[in-house]
């Protein structure tokens, strides 16, 4: 209830300052202001980025080789038996000395269970934990189950389909090692990114994303955790209580709770851990729908504490205020469209306006993910530059698509619907599946 209160509030807030802005100001006035705000921070980012690698480049930072923290490697998995042989199979090859395996068979209706089992009987490192099927749903759940029988001094959450380098927990582990450090996650890469136009936009959504954890991370901001190749201190996990059953995004979630304890949370780009891209319409709206409400909601749920806080730093809290504004840009332009377009049906000489304000606001909105995209492409993937432009503009539809929509569907769900644990599962192992059923297609020819 407290959520549904907070965000009609927002709304409602939202609502009179266009208004006020409509009638007495200019609404395109207000907006460039918030863009230029988001601008300035993220020239700002750019800027500590580069000082960053030129302070490293100078003084390189002397890795402990003594540090390395006994590592307890957790991989949740729910009717996962096409992909998760492989998985484990692919970690047991990490070069680091001192890791255990735990595998978790969350209540799966499939083989999982039998195929886990054999991978404990198999490998020493590998430890087998199947879930009762009446067990409390959820990954957070998974996780706080399997914490009970760690060893690790650190926990490595990886998603069922992951898979890494051989030096992946040593170029991890060393940033996990200052005091103040509570998690560390890892860049993510779609393994399949070529199968579809799918694929590669979300490749390319990670890779923007990539930018902005790592400009975060330069300014000291409230970096993320992304669920799949996130490290975090036992020490930190303790402080904050473990994951929070009851949330349907335990990555975000805990983030916003490790910084409001005053943890730090760092981003290494160095290390990559590649997963399967999604590869049908239906199942990726199904997760961006998680991934969104969740956003939304841990943001409603945590501000107070957030506000309160005495440990959360300065940065982290202005960081993810001006993160916030992401969420407010989408509301923001929708709601001055709906309302310009209502003025239009009762004063048609309004058109003017009405057309000026809408292109000014989808103009600079897309013209900023365009180029942001772009930087992140030739950046981290080094992407030629043609093909950057033209992927940051298939991205862009990509994202307009697929967020604008799913922000006012999430947002009247949380005003009117009852929250429920939905949490949507990504399914893995389409693109084997494919191939398998196309392979049998042509035997059969």
Request: one cysteine or more; hydrophobic letters at 45%.
């Amino acid at each position: 209830m407290r959520e549904r209160i907070l965000l009609f509030v927002i709304l409602s807030l939202l609502g009179l300052f266009l208004f006020i802005f409509q009638n007495y100001c200019n609404t395109v006035v207000g907006f460039v202001i918030l863009c230029v705000c988001m601008v300035t921070y993220g020239l700002y980012s750019i800027a500590a980025m580069k000082y960053k690698k030129r302070k490293l480049k100078k003084h390189p930072i002397v890795i402990n080789e003594n540090y390395k923290p006994f590592v307890t490697i957790m991989i949740p998995a729910h009717n996962e038996e096409y992909v998760i042989s492989n998985t484990v199979e692919n970690v047991l090859a990490i070069d680091y000395p001192n890791f255990e395996i735990i595998v978790i068979d969350d209540r799966s209706s499939d083989n999982t269970a039998n195929v886990i089992r054999e991978l404990e009987a198999k490998h020493e490192k590998v430890v087998a934990f199947v879930r009762a099927q009446d067990a409390f749903p959820g990954k957070s759940a998974v996780l706080n189950d399997a914490f009970e029988i760690a060893k690790g001094e650190a926990i490595l959450v990886f998603d069922a389909d992951a898979t890494v380098e051989p030096d992946f927990l040593n170029k991890l582990i060393p940033n996990l090692e200052p005091a103040d450090v509570g998690a560390v996650q890892a860049r993510k890469i779609i393994r399949n990114k070529d199968y579809n136009f799918l694929t590669k936009c979300q490749n390319n959504e990670y890779t923007m994303d990539t930018h902005l954890q790592a400009g975060r991370d330069a300014v000291k901001g409230a970096v993320e955790l992304r669920g799949n190749g996130e490290l975090i201190k036992r020490e930190a996990l303790i402080d904050i209580g473990g994951w929070n059953n009851y949330t349907i995004t335990d990555d975000l979630d805990m983030s916003t709770r490790l910084h409001i304890k005053g943890w730090d949370v760092r981003f290494c780009p160095e290390a990559c851990v590649y997963e399967e891209g999604i590869i049908y319409v239906f199942p990726l709206f199904r997760q961006r729908r998680r991934w969104l409400e969740g956003t939304i909601r841990r943001y409603l749920e945590y501000s107070g504490e957030a506000l309160r806080s005495k440990k959360m730093s300065l940065r982290a809290r202005l960081d993810m205020g001006i993160y916030i504004t992401q969420f407010i840009m989408p509301l923001w332009f929708m709601m001055e469209v709906v309302s310009r377009i209502s003025k239009l049906a009762i004063d048609r000489t309004d058109f003017h306006n009405v057309l000026w304000s809408s292109l000014i606001v989808s103009a600079v909105v897309g013209i900023g993910f365009v180029l942001t995209i772009r930087y992140s492409l030739r950046r981290y993937d080094a992407v030629p530059r043609l093909s950057a432009i033209k992927q940051a503009l298939e991205t862009t539809v990509y994202f307009l698509i697929i967020w604008f929509p799913m922000e006012l569907f999430i947002c009247a769900k949380i005003l009117f619907c009852k929250k429920d644990m939905n949490w949507g599962k990504t399914a893995h192992g389409l693109v084997m599946e494919e191939e398998k059923r196309q392979e049998l297609e042509t035997q059969e020819v």
